[in-house]
């Protein structure tokens, strides 16, 4: 069973910058792909980004331009870059990982918190 466990969130003034973590153990099968959710009180989780692998990234509208996620594999990390940050970033972040046995894996969330 991978277990994720993020770190990095906190409470941050508009315009400023944070860095998420997350990292994976108890990895059997490799993973796939890593990627971060967000989930806004009384909304739908949403993907902020995600790589694979190789390094192919996919990101969300709203991130374009201010997120940067990367990974390194050997580490089982991932990381998301977020500059520039606005209120409405807002939400619970999610780390997510998918096993080549097609798993899915959560970690447990972290507050990131954007003041105006």
């Known amino acids: 069973q991978v277990q994720l466990v993020e770190s990095g969130g906190g409470l941050v003034q508009a315009g400023g910058s944070l860095r998420l973590s997350c990292a994976a153990s108890r990895v059997i099968f490799s993973i796939i792909d890593m990627g971060w959710y967000r989930q806004a009180p009384g909304k739908q989780r949403e993907l902020v980004a995600s790589i694979t692998r190789g390094g192919s990234t996919i990101y969300a509208d709203s991130a374009k331009g201010r997120f940067t996620i990367s990974r390194d594999n050997a580490k089982n990390t991932v990381h998301l870059q977020m500059n520039s940050l606005k209120p409405e970033d807002t939400a619970v972040y999610y780390c997510?990982?998918?096993?080549?046995?097609?798993?899915?894996?959560w970690g447990q969330g972290t507050q990131v918190t954007v003041s105006s």
């Open positions: 997510k990982a998918e096993t080549s046995n097609r798993r899915d894996y």
